[in-house]
């Protein structure tokens, strides 16, 4: 192959690259208003309203976990997650939820929180298997 041709090509998988990337899900933090308004995943970050507890009985479900969370804007609402209540809950300072909203009640894929540390702030990631990840 030609030199000019092999440019040509790489010049157009960069062109390809930089459209599809253009294309992609780039969501930001959201809140309980705008996840409302749509039928998309969202990204809402807020803190647990403690005040209403929490709803989790492993022995007739362990795989339901509902409570209420209160976003940035100070909207309260109803929180479902379909998996195991995570460990450390209630030590969490903060949490992001992604997931959507159905018919007023916010149903959570992933739940991230926040815990309190002396030294560091870690995010843990918690999936619905029950595992959990740790993000620095």
């Known amino acids: 192959m030609k030199k000019s041709a092999i440019i040509g090509l790489i010049t157009i998988a960069i062109c390809v690259c930089f459209l599809v990337s253009?294309?992609?899900?780039?969501?930001?933090?959201?809140?309980?208003t705008e996840a409302a308004k749509d039928s998309r995943e969202f990204h809402v970050m807020g803190y647990w309203e403690k005040s209403k507890g929490t709803h989790y009985d492993p022995q007739k479900d362990a795989n339901?976990?509902?409570?209420?969370?209160?976003?940035?804007?100070?909207?309260?609402?109803?929180?479902?997650?379909?998996?195991?209540?995570?460990?450390?809950?209630?030590?969490?300072?903060?949490?992001?939820l992604i997931g959507e909203m159905k018919t007023g009640t916010f149903y959570a894929s992933k739940i991230l929180m926040k815990c309190p540390s002396k030294y560091n702030n870690d995010l843990v990631e918690v999936k619905?298997?029950?595992?959990?990840e740790k993000y620095n």
């Open 22 to 32: 253009l294309n992609a899900d780039t969501s930001s933090y959201s809140n309980f």
């Open 128 to 132: 619905q298997d029950g595992t959990a």
């Open 64 to 96: 339901h976990f509902s409570f209420f969370m209160k976003d940035q804007n100070g909207v309260v609402n109803k929180v479902v997650y379909k998996g195991t209540k995570p460990q450390d809950f209630e030590r969490s300072e903060k949490l992001v």
